[in-house]
Nanobody, 122 residues
Framework: VQLQASGGGLVQPGDSLRLSCAAS????????MGWFRQAPGKEREFVAA????????YYADSVKGRFTISRDNAKNTVFLQMNSLKPEDTAVYFC????????????????WGQGTQVTVSS
């Protein structure tokens, strides 16, 4: 499966952004999906995940209550709605796919998109 992330940009603290991750090559319904981010000079970190059927979601403590992950399998797309953005949310955001019965919510992802830059600054 190929993944294409989009929707990043430059916003001010408190603003919102919605990231999209479009999949091609195979039906998204075959995969659990996740969002990760990497800030300059830091390791990549888990942000959010959603199971292949969509009923279960997971969030990093740093984004819980502000970010929402969702998916539309019919459109082969996963979303990350980011509200109340903070400067510390600045990073390159990556979407990733993990086959249905492998790995855990924050590990074992086999397929990665190219990343989209999110910058939160006043």
């Amino acid at each position: 499966v190929q993944l294409q992330a989009s929707g990043g940009g430059l916003v001010q603290p408190g603003d919102s952004l919605r990231l999209s991750c479009a999949a091609s090559g195979r039906a998204l319904s075959a995969y659990n999906m996740g969002w990760f981010r990497q800030a300059p000079g830091k390791e990549r970190e888990f942000v959010a995940a959603i199971t292949w059927g969509g009923p279960t979601t997971y969030y990093a403590d740093s984004v819980k209550g502000r970010f929402t992950i969702s998916r539309d399998n019919a459109k082969n797309t996963v979303f990350l709605q980011m509200n109340s953005l903070k400067p510390e949310d600045t990073a390159v955001y990556f979407c990733a796919a993990r086959p249905r019965y492998s790995g855990t919510y924050n590990s074992g992802y086999n397929y990665w998109g190219q990343g989209t830059q999110v910058t939160v600054s006043s």
